[in-house]
């Protein structure tokens, strides 16, 4: 089974500064795809961004942006120019051959400082 | 486009009761999934459906069910609840393309069981 790692619970970034939030995944498939997930404190979940496994170039959205290490299975989120509406629960996800499921990560609490 | 709706938003519900969740895809969307978000489990996936049929299932007792309607509106039924259902549940639509797995989520079903 595919498991999703996400070892720091909480960051704190200061306004405008960059911040990366880290995520490790295991698998031995070779095709899937990863993502990242914003859940604020309204809860509702918005997706960020995402990666395909068998795309070499990172993927990005705005001030969004990942560092897709495949071998090290390794998929970091870089959030740039950070603002207080960044400020949520961060999930990283992956969904694999076995279809529509995603396989969460546990999150980490982005704290923003004005 | 409207996203996906989640009724009712808020439960509260007492040990042994049954209750039902309904979820509304975004339009054109023909799978929904469901999720349930726990403090101590995190965010854990529940079963899937595509036209009308279960497609996948994670590892619930059989007292989670659900179902899917021919306008991809999905219902999911909990029997015999517990004070361990209290969760956040998520429901999620796709347009389950090979191109994209892209899941969207609705604002969640908060569940008190008491």
């Known amino acids: 089974a595919q498991t999703v790692t996400q070892s720091q619970p909480e960051m704190s970034v200061q306004e405008a500064e960059t911040v990366t939030l880290s995520c490790t995944y295991d698998t031995s498939e070779s095709d899937y795809y990863l993502f990242w997930y914003k859940q604020p404190p309204s809860r509702q979940m918005i997706l960020v961004i995402r990666q395909e496994a068998y795309k070499q170039q990172n993927a990005t959205e705005n001030r969004f942006s990942v560092n897709f290490q495949k071998a090290a299975k390794s998929f970091s989120l870089k959030i740039s120019d950070s603002q207080l509406g960044d400020a949520a629960m961060y999930f990283c996800a992956y969904i694999g051959n076995a279809g529509n499921m995603l396989t969460f990560g546990g999150g980490t609490r982005l704290m923003v400082k004005p | 486009k409207a996203g996906v709706t989640q009724t009712p938003r808020y439960l509260i519900k007492t040990r042994g009761q049954q209750v039902t969740l309904s979820c509304s895809p975004i339009?054109?969307?023909?799978?929904v999934s469901w999720y349930q978000q726990t403090p101590g489990q995190g965010l854990q996936f529940l079963f899937e459906?595509?036209?009308?049929?279960?497609?996948n299932k994670g590892n619930f007792p059989g007292r989670f069910s659900g179902r899917q309607f021919s306008n991809s509106r999905s219902e999911m039924n909990v029997s015999t609840l517990e004070l361990g259902d209290s969760a956040l549940y998520l429901c999620?639509?796709?347009?389950?393309?090979?191109?994209?797995?892209?899941?969207?989520f609705g604002p969640g079903t908060r569940l008190t069981v008491t």
């Open positions: 339009s054109g969307h023909r799978s």
């Open positions: 459906y595509f036209s009308e049929t279960q497609r």
């Open positions: 999620a639509s796709s347009l389950d393309s090979r191109t994209s797995y892209e899941q969207y």
